[in-house]
Structure formats: C-alpha cells, structure tokens
C-alpha cells in the first residue's frame, strides 16, 4: 500500500494498471490498431474486473457491510473466477493476436513481481537472496524469448512459453519452500505436450538435461534444514527483510504485558490495525480464521491507540477476536513510530529466529498468510 493523504492503493494493483498503458502504447508503435489493441488488454482489464467485483461479493457475503467488502480481496475464489473469465476472453481473441497477449502478461508479470519484494535463501547462498529480483531477471529473459516470435505465433511456441513460465513460478515456490509436489503432475503434462507439438532439437534436449541434472546435484550437496539463526543472533535490528524488527512491549485488553521477545522460538505474523480502517475491519475475519486454524503461528495484533477516538471502539470492535489473537495497545504510538507505521494495515511475519520473512502494506487475507508463514 501507499497512502495518498487519507487514501491507501495497493502499489502491485498500481504498477498493473500503469503497466496496461505503457503497453497500450508501445502496442500502438510497433503498428497494432485500437481495436486490436482493446482486444488483447482487455483481457486482461475484464480479468481485473472479474477480480474485484467477485471479491467485493465475497466480502459482502462474510462481513455483510459494503464498505467493508470494498476492501476485500476474495481469496483463492476471486482469483479462479478472474483466470476463468480471460480464459474466455482469450479463447474468443483473434489467434493472430495470440503472441501480443502472451508477452503483455509477462510485462504485467513482470512489473507486479518487481512490486512486491520477497527474499529466500537460495541454494549454496547461505543469506537471503532478493528473490523478487532473480525471478524479474528470468521473466525479463522470457520476455526477449516471446519477442523474437510475438508475430508469428504458433500452439509449439505458445505451450513451450508456458512451459518457461510454469517452471519460474515452480523455481520460485520451491526455494520458498511452498512447493506442492502434486503441482509437478501437469507441469510434466505440459512439457510432453509441449514437446509433441514443437520437437525441440537435440542440442536443445541436451541443454535441458544437462540443467536438470545440474539441479539434482546442487539439491542433494544442500545440508537437510537450512540454517537459521539463534535467538540470541547479534543480526542487525531493522525493517527490512532479513532483519530483527524492534522488541517491544505493551499492554493487552486485560491488563497483562505482552513482551516480544517471549515468543521468539515461534513463528509470529505483527499486524497494526485501527478500528476506524475499513482494510483493517475488512482482513480481520480471515486473520481469525487463519489463526483458529493453526498453533504453529502467532498473531500480535497491535492496536494504534493514538489514532483512535476512543480506546473503547478498538474494544468493542476486536472483542470476537481475541481467541484468536494476541491483542495489544500502542497507547503512546512508541511502536507504531518505531515500527515507521504510516499506512494501515501494515503487517510483518518472522521466522522462528524473530528475522522479518515477509511484510504487506495493506490487507492480507487466509491465503496471504499460508503462502508466507510455511
């Protein structure tokens, strides 16, 4: 999120829309008409529409509050539903105009990936690795590949793209360790009908061989668990990924003290939430959710008392959830300050170590959460 005075815009959803018209008009210098051009990122825009629109239902259904579910992201649904709908967009999409569609939805892959930061430790690299950053690097090379025959497009070329981009996704996942094995399934269906339909040379065999067997050697010269720090690490304290964010303590609902540093050993998700945010009122439910559904992770959900009008409206509002929660007051704004809180929500996750894994400016949801607290 970036805050635009009382405004919060999801910076990934931002870069998407500015990629669609840098594209529009690059499309219009290599000679694509406007009609052709409305019909290949169309696509992509009745997607987004498709997203939003089914993720406001949703959020309607769960919180039964419109302002609310203007907020919401809809989850796994919204996205399936969004993927169906430029499916058919594609489907009924001139095949001439096939190339055009493919490399647009690289570029906006591309600068979506760019967004949003996510660092891994990365094989024989003991450090975390800006991940977001190799992955651009790859999607960049995938880019120049789908170019070279964006005007020329044939089924062999189109399968063998989704191939370079299933594996990206594949690599990503997997350093990540949020890997499915049972996802290798159609991803080796789409290598053999992708071979079928353009044999690739020998030379080409070869090379991919050679790479896979590369990859098995330096996976099994891996040690068994990947390092990670001790909890009494001297790791520099800071916000960004890969460092140790500031201990802190404060108050909870009861009175109690809560301390940071008591949960380290475990792994933790810190959220900063104010009862007058709709974001904050609208992730609250999958948050719950998420956290009834787990004892590996612990939510901190830390209340900005100072931006409230009443402390009895933040109260009231996350009484339902504080089963699920450790819930806590900044009452003075030292660690909403110290933490450089300037939109809501904003939320950290930390690994067993207390090192930040991962951080979101604006709304999370269940499946935010399961991706990055594995």
């Given at each position: 999120m970036i805050a635009i005075g009382p405004l919060n815009i999801r910076l990934d959803l931002l870069?998407?829309?500015?990629?669609?018209?840098?594209?529009?008009?690059?499309?219009k210098k290599i000679g694509l008409t406007e009609k052709e051009r409305d019909a290949v990122l169309g696509t992509?825009?009745?997607?987004f529409l498709a997203w939003k629109g089914s993720a406001i239902v949703i959020g309607l259904i769960s919180t039964g509050s419109l302002?609310?579910?203007?907020?919401?992201?809809?989850?796994?649904?919204?996205?399936?539903?969004?993927a169906l709908v430029i499916g058919l967009f594609v489907f009924r999409l001139d095949k001439r105009l096939y190339g055009y569609w493919t490399?647009?939805?690289?570029?906006?892959?591309?600068?979506?990936?760019?967004?949003?930061?996510?660092?891994?430790?990365?094989?024989?690299?003991?450090?975390?690795?800006?991940?977001?950053?190799?992955?651009?690097?790859?999607?960049?090379?995938?880019?120049i590949?789908?170019?070279?025959?964006?005007?020329?497009?044939?089924?062999g070329l189109l399968v063998w793209t989704a191939v370079g981009a299933s594996a990206i996704w594949l690599a990503s996942t997997y350093v990540t360790t949020t890997l499915n094995l049972s996802w290798l399934v159609p991803f080796t269906a789409l290598i053999a009908l992708a071979v079928y339909l353009a044999?690739?040379?020998?030379?080409?065999?070869?090379?991919?061989?050679?790479?896979?067997?590369?990859?098995?050697?330096?996976?099994?010269?891996?040690?068994?668990?990947?390092?990670?720090?001790?909890?009494?690490?001297?790791?520099?304290?800071?916000?960004?990924?890969?460092?140790?964010?500031?201990?802190f303590e404060l108050r909870r609902t009861d009175g109690s003290t809560f301390r940071l540093e008591d949960l380290r050993g475990q792994r933790v998700v810190i959220n900063f939430w104010a009862s007058w945010c709709p974001p904050c009122r609208a992730e609250m439910p999958d948050m719950a959710t998420f956290a009834r559904s787990t004892d590996e992770v612990t939510i901190v959900a830390v209340n900005t008392t100072t931006s409230e009008r009443d402390v009895m409206d933040?109260?009231?509002?996350?009484?339902?959830?504080?089963?699920?929660?450790?819930?806590?007051?900044?009452?003075?704004?030292?660690?909403?300050?110290?933490?450089?809180?300037?939109?809501?929500?904003?939320?950290?996750?930390?690994?067993?170590?207390?090192v930040i894994t991962a951080k979101q400016f604006g709304a999370i949801d269940k499946a935010w959460l399961d991706a990055r607290t594995k």
């Open positions: 870069v998407f829309m500015v990629s669609l018209l840098v594209l529009y008009i690059g499309f992509w825009f009745a997607g302002s609310l579910a203007l907020y919401a992201t809809g989850g796994n649904w919204s996205v399936a539903i969004a490399l647009s939805g690289l570029v906006l892959w591309l600068g979506v990936t760019l967004t949003v930061p996510r660092y891994a430790s990365l094989p024989l690299i003991a450090s975390p690795q800006p991940l977001h950053l190799y992955t651009a690097g790859l999607i960049v090379l995938l880019i590949l789908t170019w070279r025959w964006m005007r020329t497009p044939s089924l044999r690739p040379s020998r030379r080409v065999v070869q090379y991919g061989l050679g790479a896979l067997v590369l990859l098995a050697v330096v996976n099994a010269s891996l040690p068994d668990e990947t390092k990670t720090l001790d909890s009494n690490t001297t790791e520099a304290t800071g916000l960004n990924i890969g460092q140790v964010p500031p201990n933040a109260q009231t509002f996350v009484a339902p959830y504080e089963d699920a929660f450790e819930v806590v007051y900044d009452e003075d704004g030292t660690v909403a300050n110290g933490y450089r809180i300037q939109a809501m929500p904003t939320t950290y996750v930390l690994d067993e170590s207390g």
